[in-house]
């Protein structure tokens, strides 16, 4: 399994602060069945100089990282990628940043919706960064009020091409009763195509899958649960994912 949205890089933003956690972790990822982990430090900033020190902090982070998994023969790689704050301005920064996007292919960005709104820019911009051939990756929309109330903002976005990825935890409750009804209608309707932990610490929202793979699997079928499992591995390859399952 490839975990597509995770916060295991110590001292970056509210993910571990030390490696000693996120070799926690990356424990329990492996034990879990994880295999690949992306790592994707919250972006909040969008002034040039800042930005490219962050990123080159995250880069070094993963690179420590996966020197200390080989030398903890531990089955996971870490692969780069950045959670990505919501603003107008985040198509100049993809333009002007490859590595905000997925493993710097300018193929996907993991977006993040502020939690209760959904802003009134919000559409062009996404349209922007597909206009420069990016596909946008909504991040945990079951959690965000406005998409609640109005489950067909997010239907209306996966019809033009973005994609969704829910939060495994949210399909055990975590979320709270809402998101997972938001969640449970999206999945039978076929408007989510990835499953992330959005895991913290080795204890809040830990980087597990498989719980929530079982409920989708009921939820869905497994062959449509399947093919869920498989698009992280497209995203990461940058090859084409279609937004509805057959």
Known sequence: MIDLHCHILPGLDDGPAEFEESLRMAKLAANDGITTIVATPHLLEIRPRLVESYINQAAAAADQLNRLLKKEQLPLTVKLGFEAALSPELPELAAQFSAVTIEGLRKYMLVELPSSQFPLYAEETFFRLQ??????????????SALQ?????????VERGLLAQATASSFLGVSGRKAQRALENWCRKGYIQIVGSDAHSSDHRPPVLSSARKVLTQLVGKERADWIGEVPARVLAGKEVKTSFG
């Open 131 to 144: 206009a420069q051939g990016i596909c946008p990756i909504v991040a945990h929309p079951e959690r965000n």
């Open 149 to 157: 109330r109005e489950p067909e903002i997010l239907e209306s976005l």
